[in-house]
């Protein structure tokens, strides 16, 4: 019977018809909110994890100096060594 009442009165048959544009807008605007929080969460998230790292980085580099130290004062040995092999060959005549 209301299929008949719709039929007959054209006015409420469009009301019906917003009333179901407006629930599915609402949907979709619901769903769209959903996504975009979660992907603002997770890029929350993943940054965190990025400046974790970044300073994991650091705190490696700064572990790491003495390596490169150690290099400088290799480098100075050997040099160190050469120069007292030519004063022994000059001392011996060599």
Do not use: C
Request: no cysteine; net charge positive.
């Amino acid at each position: 019977m209301s299929n008949l009442l719709l039929r007959a009165d054209p006015v409420l048959a469009s009301v019906n018809g917003w009333w179901t544009g407006i629930i599915i807008g609402v949907t979709i605007v619901a769903i769209v909110v959903f996504l975009v929080m979660t992907i603002i969460v997770q890029a929350h998230k993943i940054a965190g994890q990025a400046v974790r790292g970044s300073r994991g980085m650091l705190d490696a580099y700064a572990n790491t100096m003495a390596v490169w130290e150690l290099r400088d004062i290799n480098r100075s040995t050997t040099a160190i060594w050469r120069a007292a092999e030519s004063a022994r060959n000059v001392l011996e005549g060599k």
